[in-house]
């Protein structure tokens, strides 16, 4: 089996494993891969890290790009700090990770989703202690469940765009081209 490495350079032999690197491995495989994009060695790579204030020795460097030895979060910050890139992009799949605008719309859809899911949680926490309060005052559930349906029905709607901008698309080719054109349907 080819290794790791040459998974995420090639990308040819099995794309699927390349997504099975994670944390450290992906770490490892993209400090690597950042040094060699840059020509750099091992010794330069340190040297350039102890001037930033990150002690590392050369072999450190080596042992971590070959999964000898784990990154600290510390040296994983100088590494970031070093490459430019962010601590997240650092970490993610290094094929992805090296196209820095999907690590940011990737990042983008995780915040949006983790954002959404608070929000359920307190759409559901609310919904709950209207219950209970509708549960010692049950004289009051038909109405509170219609208020509460209007206004969920008009966010819904106050989302929607206006009519008149959800026009059909003009067909891609004239009708008498259209391979259909004709035909009964």
């Not at 049950?138 to 026009?167: F, T, W, Y």
Request: proline fraction near 7%; charged fraction near 30%.
């Amino acid at each position: 089996m080819p290794d790791e490495e040459e998974l995420i350079v090639e990308g040819d032999e099995a794309p699927d494993e390349s997504l099975m690197l994670r944390g450290e491995e992906n770490v490892a495989v993209r400090i690597k891969l950042e040094r060699e994009a840059r020509g750099w060695s091992t010794n330069a790579v340190s040297d350039q890290l102890n001037e930033a204030g990150y002690e590392i020795n050369p072999s450190a460097v080596w042992r971590i790009e070959n999964r000898k030895r784990r990154v600290n979060l510390d040296e994983a910050i100088g590494f970031a700090e070093l490459f430019g890139i962010s601590l997240e992009n650092l970490v993610g799949p290094p094929r992805l990770a090296a196209h820095a605008r999907a690590m940011e719309l990737i990042e983008d859809i995780r915040r949006r989703y983790r954002e959404m899911r608070l929000a359920n949680r307190a759409a559901a926490e609310a919904r709950d202690a209207l219950d209970a309060y509708l549960a010692e005052h049950p004289d009051l559930r038909e109405e509170a469940d219609v208020l509460v349906s209007n206004a969920i029905a008009e966010d819904i709607m106050a989302s929607m765009p206006p009519p008149g901008l959800l026009q059909q698309a003009p067909p891609t080719q004239p009708e008498a081209d259209h391979p259909d054109a004709g035909s009964d349907r």
